[in-house]
């Protein structure tokens, strides 16, 4: 090609230009190709100018000496220039794999810290190994007996069948590599790696590459090793956070038992005492007491037995909304309905209180549980009754809100201290450990659960001029159904 585009201008140029025309031509071929190439185009630039261009032409004689120098000259600088280039594209070519490893794990790592549960960080891992490694592969561990569990499923796994759990029994007591490739249980298609953590071995990694040279290859090897390091650490601190949830949990319930047993006792046992005492004096006094001492000592203890009932019934529905096996059976009803049996309910309680209420016009209809809900409004009122001075009136107020229907209990008792508004929903709780009012401090933290349920919210505020204020708020966010005005005739 060099030689066609030099030869019309062979009268022109002198076999010095030419020269450097080869030249050009050899260092192009030396950037591109490399080394031998740029030998081969030297040697035939060479030829073709000896036997075109330097005199005399058309023979491979030169009598110029100036022209063999430009030759010698033309084969250095092609040597020298595919030497660098070679050693350029290699330079680049480790820049790129150290970039393409280095991104990998950029990705490992990003996907690692967003698996929280051991089976998803296995599953990250398996991915991104077979997808680096080109392999199939899984994790193994061992069980409480002691055999090598397989925790995640095929495709990218290999099967329970390709795994040699003699091998990985092996690998895991003794903490080194087996497998193809290696001095133990060469015969193995699998390459098996120790999974060692900070305490130890804790699993294998059983991997089955399609080329076994590229992952001993040491940038490879490095990199498969980093793998296993960011696996395994990410499943101890995983481990490390489900003890520690464990723990937390433990000494959560630890303190629950604690306190519903402290409670309970409490609680249960001043009525206890007087049932127990009225009893006994109806069985050993029954014949000197009058039919009038004998109706009061019956209707003790049929009230305190009523409140013991009262407060068992409070922890088991408490436990039922804890263990989430409450169902709301949600119907179309009117907010008077639910107010009008609550205070049905407590009819006997509230017989000597008045009680003010409140409905704006208009009200929405509020698709809720009935049961449910008369249940809260049963505990607030309950409530306000037993922290008001007697002759003191419960305030009920219900209006409709822009995305809410708004129900609010006040009383007019002392009020609660500053900064255990939300404290008192706790389970449990009472503001006064010892006091003359019974309760385990469980009415509160059912009213905030059932609200909870609904989609609602509760909150406890201290009223102006003395007293408590309990607002709840139920979001209106559906349609009530529309009646067909036939059915309605």
Request: proline letters at 5%; hydrophobic letters at 45%; glycine letters at 6%.
């Amino acid at each position: 090609m060099l030689t066609l585009v030099d030869w019309p201008f062979r009268e022109v140029l002198t076999p010095s230009n030419i020269l450097l025309v080869y030249l050009l031509g050899v260092f192009f071929v030396a950037l591109r190709f490399g080394l031998s190439p740029s030998i081969l185009a030297s040697l035939t630039s060479a030829a073709a100018f000896a036997f075109f261009f330097a005199p005399p032409i058309f023979s491979f004689a030169i009598a110029d000496q100036e022209n063999l120098v430009g030759l010698a000259v033309m084969l250095i600088v092609g040597a020298i220039t595919s030497n660098l280039a070679e050693n350029i594209r290699h330079q680049t070519y480790v820049a790129e794999q150290r970039e393409r490893r280095a991104s990998a794990l950029y990705r490992l790592s990003k996907a690692l810290a967003e698996a929280r549960r051991e089976k998803e960080i296995i599953e990250v891992g398996v991915r991104h190994i077979h997808a680096e490694f080109d392999g199939r592969n899984t994790l193994l561990f061992p069980d409480d007996n002691g055999l090598m569990r397989y925790p995640i499923e095929p495709p990218l796994a290999i099967s329970l069948q390709g795994v040699n759990l003699v091998v990985t029994r092996w690998v895991f007591n003794h903490g080194q590599m087996a497998g193809n490739g290696t001095d133990t249980f060469p015969s193995e298609t699998a390459i098996y790696v120790p999974l060692k953590g900070s305490t130890g071995t804790i699993g294998v990694l059983s991997l089955e590459p399609i080329n076994v040279r590229r992952i001993f290859a040491p940038e490879q090897r490095q990199l498969l090793d980093t793998y296993v390091y960011l696996i395994v650490h990410t499943l101890e601190r995983a481990n490390s956070a489900e003890l520690a949830k464990n723990a937390t949990l433990k000494m959560q319930v630890e303190t629950l038992r604690n306190s519903l047993l402290s409670s309970i006792s409490h609680d249960l046992r001043n009525p206890l005492a007087t049932i127990v005492g009225a009893a006994c004096t109806l069985e050993m006094d029954e014949e000197r007491l009058d039919k009038s001492s004998r109706k009061k000592l019956i209707a003790v203890i049929s009230e305190e037995a009523q409140r013991m009932s009262d407060l068992t019934i409070k922890i088991l529905e408490m436990a039922r909304l804890e263990a989430g096996e409450v169902v709301l059976n949600r119907q179309w009803y009117a907010p008077e309905e639910i107010v009008g049996s609550a205070l049905r309910r407590l009819d006997k309680k509230l017989k000597t209180r008045p009680v003010n209420i409140h409905m704006a016009d208009n009200l929405a209809l509020i698709h809720v549980d009935a049961v449910l809900l008369q249940q809260v409004m049963v505990n607030l009122l309950d409530n306000a009754d037993k922290y008001s001075p007697a002759g003191r009136p419960i305030d009920i107020s219900v209006v409709t809100m822009p995305l809410s229907l708004s129900i609010t209990v006040a009383d007019h008792g002392p009020g609660i201290p500053t900064g255990l508004q939300q404290k008192i929903f706790d389970k449990f709780f009472r503001i006064n450990e010892e006091s003359a009012q019974s309760g385990v401090g469980l009415g509160l933290s059912i009213c905030r659960a059932i609200v909870e349920a609904h989609g609602g919210e509760i909150q406890a505020t201290n009223r102006n001029g003395g007293g408590t204020l309990f607002q709840l708020y139920l979001p209106l966010l559906e349609c009530p159904p529309t009646i067909d005005p036939e059915e309605k005739g």
